[in-house]
């Protein structure tokens, strides 16, 4: 069985995360773990290394660095472990399922992508908005899990309200076929949305996903948004009251990605409500 993965650090929306990925777990019937991975990104900022060394005083600022960096990393090390356990014991009131912490010492990126296998949702809390840039390891885990992700960059609400993303792409057709046969979001009202300047081809694809999910039995509202602006699908988003954004990421190559920008960059960037993801 697999199981609904959440991934913390302390400083992005833990706590909130940790609601989501309850809230998941009771709807798949999964399993939770709390993941949190210690990454050599602390520095030691005691330790004066201006100016010039006379000789001999190069090994000793050499231990004492490591004497420091070894202390700083007990610290991040602790630290983690009471968030584990704070959010194991925030989970367990609701949470109808088992509920498991760890914490790994490495690079984050290597550390989810081993888990792939295993989980079944994978839940991040990250700090968006225009104003802030979304970290590279965040769009990294994106593209190298094949596995929904949701991003949660917000307090936490019941949501309510999915707003779905679909364009005919082998990501967005993952994403109508796990919202529709095992939904994370269970008695919520959907809307799909295509962003096209070519309003036959909108409507084709538009038909296609009110299909799907008329063979499950869910109503759901479809409109055309004649563009191909991610402020459009935000607009759209916020003017009817959604909660939860779905949509497929990173269709494109980076060269692509390179020269005309990433929407799925765009979106997480200026989004302030929680993003599902699917590759």
Do not use: W
């Not at 036959?200 to 509202?221: M, S």
């Not at 479809?222 to 949509?247: P, R, V």
């Amino acid at each position: 069985m697999g199981y609904i993965l959440c991934c913390v650090d302390g400083k992005n929306f833990s706590y909130d995360a940790c609601d989501y990925a309850v809230l998941i777990a009771n709807n798949m019937n999964l399993p939770l773990k709390f993941l949190n991975v210690v990454e050599r990104t602390y520095s030691v900022t005691s330790i004066d290394l201006s100016g010039s060394l006379v000789l001999g005083e190069r090994e000793e600022m050499i231990e004492e660095l490591a004497k420091e960096e070894e202390k700083e990393c007990r610290k991040v090390k602790k630290e983690g472990k009471e968030l584990l356990n704070e959010l194991k014991l925030r989970a367990i009131k609701t949470c109808k399922n088992e509920v498991s912490i760890s914490q790994i010492h490495g690079e984050i990126i290597e550390n989810i992508s081993e888990y792939e296998d295993e989980i079944e949702v994978l839940v991040i809390g990250i700090t968006s908005h225009e104003e802030h840039k979304i970290g590279e390891n965040v769009k990294e885990i994106i593209r190298s899990i094949h596995k929904p992700v949701l991003l949660v960059n917000s307090k936490f609400e019941e949501p309510k309200k999915m707003l779905i993303a679909y364009n005919g792409s082998t990501e967005s057709k993952k994403l109508l076929e796990q919202t529709s046969n095992n939904p994370l979001f269970k008695d919520i009202k959907r809307d799909i949305v295509n962003l096209n300047t070519n309003e036959t081809e909108g409507l084709k694809l538009l038909n296609e996903a009110r299909e799907l999910y008329a063979k499950k039995n869910y109503e759901v509202n479809t409109t055309i948004l004649n563009g191909t602006s991610e402020n459009l699908l935000i607009e759209y988003f916020n003017e009817n009251n959604c909660d939860i954004l779905t949509m497929g990421a990173f269709g494109h190559s980076r060269i692509k990605e390179f020269i005309f920008g990433s929407f799925t960059s765009k979106i997480i960037t200026k989004m302030k409500k929680p993003i599902l993801l699917f590759r």
